[in-house]
């Protein structure tokens, strides 16, 4: 257990429906990133949060996706308008707001299948 | 082209074996990490490292920063060490560029 945890950890939808995945990181941590990784491949960068504050979004971040991390604790990603190749393992991590780039902690991951 | 490269794909050893997993990038970079994947799993920092060497227990993670190049070592490989192994470079945590990973199987 790396202290960082997500959930759903399995979500199956019906194309064109909401979800929204939640990610609860550890608690001193002030940045929090959200990483989204398909079979056979390593994670791709989505989005990153310092604090409160949504810093940077990466153009794989359609208008369909959305995050927020109210009070700068828990953060929430939603994608609405669900579409197959939105499947994926949606992965958060965080760390301390260091500039010795501190190592990441990441969750288990949420596994999204869109029939 | 990737702008990290990890070879090999695919790697089978045997219990006790020294295994080395390579990266290459093309990217600036402030840091390299090495990081494990277990299948259905999470995934797990291993090392974070911008020079030099570090070593955990049976594993050392090298970098060399002048050909671009990091290397993980695994000594006296277990089963248990079976996952896939993920280097990923940048110039920030949240710039990081990640490789497609390198699958360990370690047969008893």
């Known amino acids: 257990d790396t202290g960082v945890s997500q959930d759903p950890r399995h979500k199956i939808t019906k194309r064109g429906q909401n979800v929204t995945f939640r990610c609860d990181p550890i608690s001193e941590h002030n940045r929090l990133y959200w990483y989204r990784q398909t079979l056979g491949q390593g994670p791709e960068f989505l989005t990153y949060f310092q604090n409160e504050a949504q810093l940077e979004k990466s153009r794989l971040l359609s208008d369909r996706f959305s995050a927020e991390r109210p009070k700068g604790s828990f953060s929430t990603l939603e994608i609405q308008r669900t579409e197959q190749g939105d499947s994926a393992m949606y992965l958060c991590a965080s760390s301390l707001d260091d500039t010795r780039n501190e190592k990441l902690f990441f969750g288990s991951g949420t596994q999204l299948s869109v029939l | 082209k990737n702008e ?105």
């Open chain 2, 4 to 108: 990290v490269e990890q070879s090999p794909q695919n790697l089978t050893a045997q219990e006790g074996e020294f295994i080395t997993i390579n990266c290459s990038y093309s990217v600036g970079i402030s840091a390299l990490h090495w990081l494990q994947q277990h299948p259905g799993g999470g995934i797990v920092s291993l090392f974070m490292l911008s020079s030099g060497k570090k070593k955990h227990g049976r594993l050392i993670a090298t970098i060399n920063i002048q050909e671009k190049h990091s290397s993980l070592h695994i000594t006296a490989s277990h089963p248990r060490d079976s996952a896939v192994y993920i280097c990923a470079a940048g110039g920030s945590n949240y710039k990081l560029t990640f490789g497609k990973g390198t699958l360990l199987t370690v047969n008893p």
